[in-house]
């Protein structure tokens, strides 16, 4: 269902009407339809801030020439020249004169900063400092980010901090090209963690990324599961859609328009993870990316709620997800360097009414693969989670029309996303680039308020 009061806010008649009402005037936000491109930033104006002492700008200066950019070292002379990306160095704030840099930065470009914009801020990683306040001020820096973010997003503009181990800079090209390009449309006021602890890919393709790479994703046949199978076949990925049997229409027909893999296969079944792994191996000899998107809701108070409602959710969110892992895992079904992402929830983060099972399931995916991230790293393999927001889906639709309207403006862009972004931020997660990003949940919410 397309967004009213975007469309209102586009037509100058009814444009003047909202404003007078003092409604919320939703940018257009820039999405790109293709796949990865070689040199992204080919043409932006982008913008290298630094901090003294800090340790990333000549790795980001790197990373941005080879995706097309000639950063500048300061603003454009002319007052109305725009900026397409900003990026700061901030790894160097070691005490809380250093804080300085970041309103001596910023303050002058806030009104810069193009609509789309993108800024990304480079800190040190808290869990490497031996000082309290040094590890506090790259603590902090998480907080300046989070509310540019809030300042920013009724341009479209997002904000993201990256917190970086000083071993793992090589690893930034791949977090640059996703944070300061359109794919990160809906991803705003997150902190990342970006370590060493996983090998590095002898190979970082950044155009077909997923080429000869096999993925599969669970509950496929519609909504964010079909929008990342679409997203990882762009990037030269073979993948496997799987669904209930009740979805055979759907996922029959939009694997043929995909060029995918349908497999239909109830994902609780105790002896589904031994169905998928047989599958898997007979018919593409092993795995590479598995997106554990498969999910569902069954919303009562807890007081209301009946027992199999409460098994019924656990069951399919999250007992089911150990158990596939933990056979592919076994069996090394999933390869040396796999993807592994799993579909958390801002329920998961944030509670809500009538969701104790979903948020008690979602919650524990946020746990397990913080947990799960130190065991693979030895065999190379990243596993996150993602938080998705207000995603406009065919549930979503069916909402009461204010009800939507109240979730759709309850972010800092001001709007829903849609399923494509969330498929974004699951793509970016399963590709090679992202080999420093490992336990890590990441929301995609346009910086929902709640759980902020």
Known sequence: MSDLLIKLNRNRATARIVKALGLPAPVQLARAAGGYEAQPFAGKSVLLCRTERGYAAAGLDAAFRAAGAEPLAAPPGAADARLDIVVMDASGCATPADYRALYDSFHPLMRRIARNGRVLIVAALAAEMSDPVAAALARGIEGFGRSLGK?????????????????????????????????????????????ARV?????????????????????????????????????????????????????????????????????????????LADFIGQQFGGLDILVHNAGITRDRTLANMKEHYWDMVININFAAIVAVDELLLAEKVLRDEGRIVCLSSISGVAGNFGQTNYAASKAALIGYVAARAPALAARGICINAIAPGFIETAMTDAMPFFTREIGRRLNSLQQGGQPRDAAELITFLSTPGASGISGNTIRVCGQGLIGA
């Open 151 to 195: 300042e920013l997003g009724k341009n479209g503009i997002t904000v993201n901090v990256a917190c970086v181990a000083r071993d793992a800079v090589d690893r930034l090209a791949g977090v640059l090209r996703f944070f300061c390009g359109k794919q990160t449309t809906y991803v705003s006021g997150q902190v990342v963690q970006v370590t």
């Open 199 to 275: 090998i590095k890919p002898a190979r970082e393709p950044f155009a077909q990324a997923l080429a000869g790479k096999v993925a599969l994703v669970t509950g496929s046949a519609r909504g964010i599961g079909l929008a990342t199978a679409e997203r990882l076949v762009q990037e030269g990925a073979r993948v496997i859609c799987l669904d209930v049997p009740g979805a055979a229409d759907d996922l029959q027909r939009n694997c043929q328009r995909i060029g995918a893999t349908p497999l239909l296969l109830d994902i609780a079944a105790p002896d589904a993870p031994r169905k």
